[in-house]
């Protein structure tokens, strides 16, 4: 009996699922399930690209206030029943993609389709309560810091209307009707938008499935073509006694971006109070490099390139390896990049910074130290 | 062998006496380390001379320059913040650089040039920032200030060292308490006397208003702490919380809105902080807040407790944000290695005792609605309003 069970054991070999899944349902909704083993907590994203619902000048800011009112829940209750089930919903508003990122308890996959399906379900839109997030989305505006306007201004100078900030315009926000943000929503959640991020400890098949009945049925909103974007130019902002340069990068899975990004955040260590912004999006951006001091000039002309270089590399890797330690964050990183583009990922930057060429890191410090001379080079 | 274990044994009861706390984490890919030096009460001298110390502590270190401080950390710059009661110096090292890290700290609390930015420190202050420390900027101090404050802060009594990551136990307490007891620190001069205390700000320099309903101080061992805590969870954590439901959605007062724990000299002190924009008669918002919250919390519900444990575990079991724990510089803890090793290492500073997640949890849990509905109360009405103007 013995040494038929040790057999027993010896061939029931367990078979290695893999970490990760990924599946395009047949109304173009995707869905990544990440399986993390002895995870604290289960991660569900929701992203909804901005594809067909980018900002226009008439309709700014729109998106955002469609965030607030869809994270309420239909009945405008659903972060209490988050939040007993000791979970726990944030929601952001990104050029490229609305975020809904959730954790809940690891066990907790029942909560986490439900409050999925609320997300997704037509949310309750009336004026009363478009006045009060407008009016709340006004008080938000006013805890923007410079950076936010830094950067606000830095894509409006380099990408014009094409690079309008999410945040909004409360002139438009006042002016929004029911009837606006309804046929907004039903657009942005188009099925062919939407993607669902699953990190935790999960069986990958059986939770793409239980994922598949919440959203395998959604409906596809005729396709908008999106604006064109002008080819934009480096730029330089002012904001207080601080400085910075905006250069433009094709994308995320672009060499360039890793070298700009690379450049960046070595004159970043050089500055004395230096800071960079970029959010990851296979779209066109922005690498934004301040200084509070506005003292850029010195930090690039001073700085030996050679050491730049090897100092930039390394930051940048450690960028991009910062964002996946936790695994909530990693779930959202990767979210926001496969909403744009359905095969991108984090670690196309590594590969990139990995065969990353000093040439190129110097075309990239040169573009820094030549912003906005001349109205910037094209790129 | 014998020699080997008496080596061993020997390093015991030192390090027992360091302060180095060891989170250890074996999956995470980076160590974190860092150093707290504890503030005391400060004059208004000693105030101006703490930012500037902040700024300056880690632009120079003899022995090491830029690319040498990166090489150690594998590209992360050290930071250095001025919290309610300490000043924290950290970063990450790759695992089998934990030594290194632990060099370039020592470094920096022994020889630092302290050298001054070019671009002395602005006023800039965010109003949140204003809000927790509401105390009139620095103004530039002497250089002599600054150099006899790091003296005073930075020596080994005063250090509490936190190291999180895949770490060995022991490794590194064994390592701090060799390179302290090779440290012979000046004595210090006797403290100011007669010197001014720091001025409270009148207005808020951050640009908007903040409104405060500032609840009693209670010392860092208040046996009733776990009933504190969950008031602060059921008042301020979440969307759920009371502040959110009524200051934001129902009286539209403000954007962020939170319920802290927050460290003061004496212990603790719950704070109720709401950023808006500067209109209206603020203090007659500030009674009708006060009102609207005691309504609340006495039609609070056992649904309104469950909500209240569930962010709790959320929070502090598995590091969802919105902790009330604001012994941050800007507020709230991080959810990452570095501040799950800053909680663990301040606890330990501020109580004496080691962070336990789970016990907290347990005594929250033996928290009846009756008490949790004392606790609130008591805090919103008993609570001194501090305005700050925009």
Redesign the interface.
Known sequence: MLSALAFLIATQVPIEQPARLRKMLPNGALVLVERVPHAKSLIVDLFVSSRGTEETPETHGRRHLLEHLVALGPDGQLDSRLESGGAFLRARTLRGSTAYEMSFPPTSLKLALAALKDLVAAPTIDEAGIAREASLIDQEGALRDMDAHASEAAWDKAFGPVGLDPFGSMDILQRTTTANMVELRNRAFSADNLLIVVSGDVELDGTINAVTDVVGLLPVAKPDKGPTAAKPKSVVVHQGAGEYRGVPVPGFRSPLTAATLAAALAVAVEANRGTVIYTPSARPGLVLLGDAEGKLDDAINHANPATLFKLGRVMAIRWVQARMAEPAEQAAFRGMLMVDERDLKPETMLENLDALKFSDFQAALQEFKTAGHDGGSPR | MIGLLAFGLSLIPRAAQSNVIEHIEPT???VSIQMLARVPHLTAKEADALDYLADDLA?SIEGYG??DV?TVT????VRVVVGPDYVRVSFHVLPNNWRAGLGLMEAIARHSSLQP???PL?V?M???TCALRPFVPSHPPRVDDTKELYERLFRPENLTIGVGGPIMPGKAQADWANRMSEWQVPRLLPAAKNEPDPKWLTSNIG??STLELAGPVFPAHDPTLATKVLSLFALGS????SL?RIA??KL?????QEALLYPVTDGWQSRLIL???PVGDLPAKAETLRGALADDINAWSD?DL??AL??A??VL??????SPFAFGPFGSME???EGRTFLDTYWQLKTGQPWDANNLLVQMRQVSLADLKAASLAVVQGAKVRILPG
Do not use: C
């Not at chain 2, 594998?74 to 710059?77: I, M």
């Not at chain 2, 539209?252 to 962020?256: F, G």
């Open positions: 995470a890919s980076e632009r830029k690319i990166m594998n590209g992360d710059p930015s070019d671009h602005g800039s965010s109003a949140w640009g908007l979440g969307k759920g919380a959110f934001r959605q539209v007062y403000s954007y962020r950023v808006m924009k649904k469950e909500r569930g962010m575990d959320a079991a598995r590091g969802v944000e919105f959810s990452s290695l």
